[in-house]
C-alpha cells in the first residue's frame, strides 16, 4: 500500500483515467470526489462488498486506466469517508483514508503494478517531460 498525504483541494491520479481529489477534510471525516470514466465503477467498500457477494465485479481492462496520456475526464463521484474506511474503484483499486489531521489527510491507494498512482503534481511533471501538457483539458 502506498500513503500519501494530501491537503485540501489536492488530487491523486491512479493510472490515466482516475484522480481522487479531498474535497473537504473535518475531524472525524474527508469528503472525496472521485473522477473516473462513466464505466469505471466507484464504490464504497462496504457496498463493493455485498454487491460482489452475488455479482462478480466486471472491471475495465487495465490498460483502458493506463498508457493515454491523457489527463483524467469523465464523471465525478463524491464520497464522505471515516478514518479506515475505503473506495474501491474498478473493482481492484483501493482507497483507504489511513489518517485524517487538523490540515491534511493520508490516503492508502492499493492498485495493480500496472495502474500506478502519483500525487497530481508528479504525474503533471510526467507529462511534460514526456512531452504533453500534463494539464487537464
Same mark, same amino acid.
Given at each position: 500500500?502506498?500513503?500519501?498525504?494530501?491537503? &485540501?483541494?489536492?488530487?491523486?491520479?491512479?493510472?490515466?483515467?482516475?484522480?481522487?481529489?479531498?474535497?473537504?477534510?473535518?475531524?472525524?471525516? $474527508?469528503?472525496? #470526489? $472521485?473522477?473516473?470514466?462513466?464505466?469505471? !465503477?466507484?464504490?464504497?467498500? *462496504?457496498?463493493?462488498?455485498?454487491?460482489?457477494?452475488?455479482?462478480?465485479?466486471? @472491471?475495465? !481492462?487495465?490498460?483502458?486506466?493506463? #498508457?493515454?496520456?491523457?489527463?483524467?475526464? =469523465? /464523471?465525478?463521484? $463524491?464520497?464522505?469517508?471515516?478514518? @479506515? *474506511?475505503?473506495?474501491?474503484? @474498478?473493482? *481492484?483499486?483501493?482507497?483507504?483514508? $489511513?489518517?485524517?489531521?487538523?490540515? &491534511?489527510?493520508?490516503? #492508502?491507494? *492499493?492498485?495493480?503494478?500496472?495502474?500506478?498512482?502519483?500525487?497530481?503534481?508528479?504525474?503533471?511533471?510526467? /507529462?511534460?517531460?514526456?512531452?504533453? @501538457? =500534463? &494539464?487537464?483539458?
Amino acid at each position: 500500500m502506498l500513503v500519501l498525504s494530501r491537503k &485540501k483541494n489536492e488530487s491523486i491520479i491512479i493510472g490515466d483515467a482516475i484522480e481522487v481529489t479531498v474535497f473537504d477534510i473535518r475531524e472525524d471525516r $474527508v469528503r472525496l #470526489g $472521485v473522477m473516473a470514466p462513466s464505466e469505471v !465503477p466507484v464504490q464504497r467498500r *462496504e457496498v463493493f462488498e455485498a454487491i460482489s457477494r452475488d455479482n462478480p465485479p466486471r @472491471n475495465l !481492462p487495465a490498460d483502458k486506466l493506463v #498508457g493515454a496520456g491523457q489527463a483524467p475526464t =469523465g /464523471r465525478m463521484m $463524491v464520497f464522505s469517508r471515516k478514518k @479506515n *474506511e475505503s473506495l474501491v474503484i @474498478n473493482g *481492484e483499486i483501493v482507497v483507504v483514508v $489511513v489518517e485524517i489531521r487538523i490540515d &491534511k489527510v493520508r490516503l #492508502g491507494i *492499493e492498485s495493480p503494478r500496472e495502474i500506478p498512482p502519483h500525487r497530481r503534481e508528479v504525474y503533471d511533471a510526467i /507529462r511534460r517531460a514526456e512531452g504533453g @501538457n =500534463g &494539464k487537464r483539458p
